[in-house]
């Protein structure tokens, strides 16, 4: 069983930085594909970011392309997500999801089968 919990979140002014965690317990050495969506109100989930198994092959959405490092710990089971130069429109509740089995970090949400509570971020202009 995985339980994924994120934490991080807040509230920046437009052009700054936070960084985001996953714990995601019983996802220990690169037993899970991880991936970071995003959720604006009145918008449908986004993809934002995925990180491999192993090999720390990273996945990047066009919108956050540059400004966002998505990073792993394994011996942690944890997952990083980087945010620089952040936009108002970069305000959303941020998910982690982890995909158990052998495929790799992916872009859509269905290939995910464990998820976080989310957490709020919030870019003032």
């Known amino acids: 069983q995985v339980q994924v919990v994120e934490s991080g979140g807040g509230w920046v002014q437009a052009g700054g930085s936070l960084r985001l965690s996953c714990a995601a317990s019983g996802c220990t050495f690169g037993r899970c594909a991880m991936g970071w969506f995003r959720q604006a ?6 993809y934002v970011a995925a990180i491999s198994r192993v090999g720390g092959i990273t ?3 066009d919108s956050v392309k540059g400004r966002f490092t ?9 997952v990083y997500l980087q945010m620089n130069n952040l936009k ?7 998910y982690c999801a982890a995909r158990t089995g052998t495929g790799s970090g992916s872009s859509q949400p269905d290939d995910y089968n464990y998820w976080g509570q989310g957490t709020q971020v919030t870019v003032s202009s």
């Open 70 to 78: 998505i990073s792993r710990d394994n011996a942690k089971s944890t």
């Open 41 to 46: 109100p009145g918008k449908e989930r986004e």
């Open 88 to 94: 108002p429109e970069d305000t959303a509740v941020y």
């Open 59 to 61: 996945y990047y959405a």
